[in-house]
């Protein structure tokens, strides 16, 4: 399983400096940037690049108040100068898929969809002589610095390297006691500018697992979902000001069932990541 490291800050010297950073690919860049990007009212970004990331490349970015989502399972920001966000960027179970809960007969708890760099999204919950499903894990075993400290983040963004797994589902009892659905990962967001300011709210949150419901009042014996896990805030740049802004990289909590121990399990802690160089 991947090193799970919550809130983390690195420095580099010249050797891994701004001019010779390979953090994304010089081809994939467009000829000219935008002089200044930004929303000038909520919705969401469907600027995109060759995968399922959003993506857009500025001279400067400034979203002063506005709540931004994505169409794909990240926002990644590219400024020549600047990245300012007073507002919100929001990519809530944007990440990897959460298991589906079986219907009809009874039936073991599909898993989540897996991860790479990040621990688990949350097991669902069982149910009589069935088992829940197994959130998704991380498939790759590789340190976090181990792995950028050389490697090119693009690659990383391109592939959605960095989407939190999802929950989970529980188990099905029978058609009226089915389980719950496990909860999406969270998505995953990078900045990468000179000048990085954040005064508004970040969030890359793995959504709830789940609750079972019940039938006719009677109790039901149908697992909870596991909630999925939290994704990844990334931000690059010479100077990093977050000291006024909030992170949000929760796991989502278990679904919950008429039985308790029928619960599912939250899911683990996204992780934020600085790098200054």
Sequence with gaps: MAMLIPAYTMRFGQSFGWGGMMIFNPNELPATFKNLCGPGVDGEITETGNRTRTLLYCTEYENPSYTITSSGKGIVIFAQKRIVIGGILDVTGKGAAGGIAPTGSPGNG????????????????????????????????????????????????KDD??????????????????????????????????????????????????????????????????????????????????????????????????????????GAEGAELKILV
């Design 161 to 266: 390297y960095l989407a939190g797994p999802g929950g989970g589902s529980g188990a099905t009892y029978n058609t009226q006691h089915p389980g719950g659905d496990g909860g999406d990962g969270g998505g995953y967001i990078v900045l990468f500018a000179p000048h990085i300011i954040v005064t508004g709210t970040l969030t890359v949150n793995g959504v709830d697992g789940e609750d079972t419901p019940t039938s006719g009042g009677a109790s039901d014996d149908g697992g909870g979902g596991g909630g999925g896990s939290g994704g990844v805030i990334w931000l690059v740049g010479r100077t990093i000001d977050t000291s006024t802004g909030t992170m949000n990289k929760a796991g989502g909590a278990g679904g919950v069932s008429e039985r308790p121990d029928c619960n599912g399990l939250p």
């Design 110 to 157: 599909n898993p989540g969809e897996n991860g790479r760099l990040l621990s688990s999204g949350g097991d669902g919950g069982p149910a009589y002589q069935k088992t829940g499903g197994a959130g998704g894990v991380a498939s790759d075993s590789v340190l976090w610095y181990d792995h950028f400290l050389f490697s090119a983040l693009w690659d990383m963004v």
